[in-house]
């Protein structure tokens, strides 16, 4: 239905059931909404409360600000360096799986894999200890919730998949993990720099706003944002060089042939960056006009809701060639796309760009690295399309079998 709407323009009014929607897919019109009139076009509520509560993706206003100014430092470009050591563990935990059933002929289910190895690392990063397979399990209500979610925010969760049992599983995890954190800084303060949890705690004893509330639902929401993206980009990754045999032929051929390390990154970022402009785990971005606008010469009345569409604009043919072929060499230094900078926008763009795309590009590369020159996985179970929900996933299982790739 957005495709549709789409071809009528960049910008385009649309009613989803009874709801009337103004749609912007061109790169001009989403910098606008999203970067430029921010106070404008802002968050309204949030489709994702019930699993967040106040954390910093649903936070708004001078709530927002604080919460995001207390993780700043830690998921810049430098800042991420300080979680390098849990990145490799985790990678390293996933690539020992992979030599295991590569060895026996065991098949793997490559998205439980990317799920692991992305919760394993943001478990390290908030708590400073390793994923053990009793809170995986417990997490998996997360999954459960976040796939229970509306697509839209105000729209009512589908009655089917009843989520009060997997809430108050997420509740009792949290706090649990909170009061062991408390206990251990109760017998020995942490040494070195702080882990995220221990950042919350520190937090709460000089800023009364830092409640067990606001720490549960801060750990929550860094739980949620920490691992679907990269799990979810992973497990594209690893259809789309299944559906393109040729593609992974030649990724193989020129890692082989880098140089150096840095040339061997840029084949592996090309990969991510094009899975994610084919598949960005964020692919609908609701807003509220919060005043009366223009918008591209089309009135805007305040209280009109407001989608912007990654999904629809990394596709558009008027900034992407051939825009549905898997082309990471788009992405490479001699490659070519679009320099317009809300053509490709997986994490967002504007005040309110995901926090944590440093990190979750650190992690992707970290896995690849280990992975991608290794082993080539053929997918016995792929899925069977994608689920355009509150994220955009593979609809179904992601199995396979792996092969060694013997130089």
């Avoid at 569409?309 to 558009?316: I, K």
Wanted: proline share 8%.
């Amino acid at each position: 239905m957005l495709r549709a709407a789409a071809q009528a323009g960049p910008l385009t009014e649309l009613r989803i059931g009874d709801r009337p929607f103004v749609l912007a897919t061109g790169p001009d019109q989403t910098q606008q909404i999203l970067a430029k009139r921010p106070d404008v076009y802002v968050k309204h509520g949030h489709r994702a409360r019930p699993l967040l509560g106040d954390g910093l993706i649903s936070a708004s206003g001078d709530a927002w600000k604080r919460q995001r100014k207390l993780f700043q430092a830690r998921f810049t470009v430098a800042g991420t360096r300080r979680w390098a050591h849990h990145i490799t563990a985790a990678a390293e935990r996933i690539a020992a799986r992979w030599e295991t059933a590569a060895d026996t002929g065991t098949s793997v289910d490559l998205g439980r894999d990317m799920r692991f190895f992305a919760l394993d690392t943001i478990w390290r990063t908030l708590t400073g200890t390793p994923l053990d397979e009793v809170t995986e399990r417990e997490l998996e209500a997360v999954d459960a919730v976040v796939a229970s979610l509306p697509t839209l925010a105000g729209a009512r969760p589908d009655p089917a998949l009843a989520v009060d049992d997997a809430l108050r599983q997420i509740d009792t995890t949290a706090h649990r993990v909170i009061g062991l954190a408390r206990a251990r800084r109760a017998e020995a303060r942490p040494e070195g720099a702080p882990h995220l949890l221990d950042l919350l705690l520190d937090t709460a004893e000089t800023r009364a706003e830092y409640t067990d509330r606001l720490i549960r639902d801060e750990l929550v929401t860094l739980l949620v944002a920490g691992h679907e993206t990269t799990a979810q980009t992973l497990c594209w990754l690893f259809v789309l060089l299944d559906r393109h045999p040729e593609v992974h032929d030649r990724f193989l051929t020129g890692y082989e042939a880098a140089a150096d390390p840095a040339g061997r990154d840029a084949l592996l970022g090309a990969l991510v960056q094009e899975t994610l402009r084919l598949y960005p785990a964020v692919w609908l971005v609701p807003r509220h006009a919060a005043r009366d606008d223009v918008l591209d010469g089309l009135p805007i009345p305040a209280g009109t809701s407001v989608l912007t569409c990654p999904y629809l604009t990394h596709r558009s043919p008027e900034l992407w060639p051939d825009p549905e072929r898997f082309d990471p060499a788009r992405f490479l230094p001699d490659g070519r796309r679009p320099q317009h900078p809300a053509a490709f926008q997986p994490f967002g763009i504007g005040a309110r760009a995901c926090l944590g795309q440093h990190f979750a590009l650190q992690e992707m590369l970290t896995l690849l690295r280990l992975l991608l020159p290794a082993y080539r996985p053929r997918l016995t179970t792929p899925p069977r399309g994608a689920v355009f929900g509150a994220n955009l996933r593979p609809d179904g299982p992601v199995r396979g079998t792996l092969t060694a790739v013997r130089p």
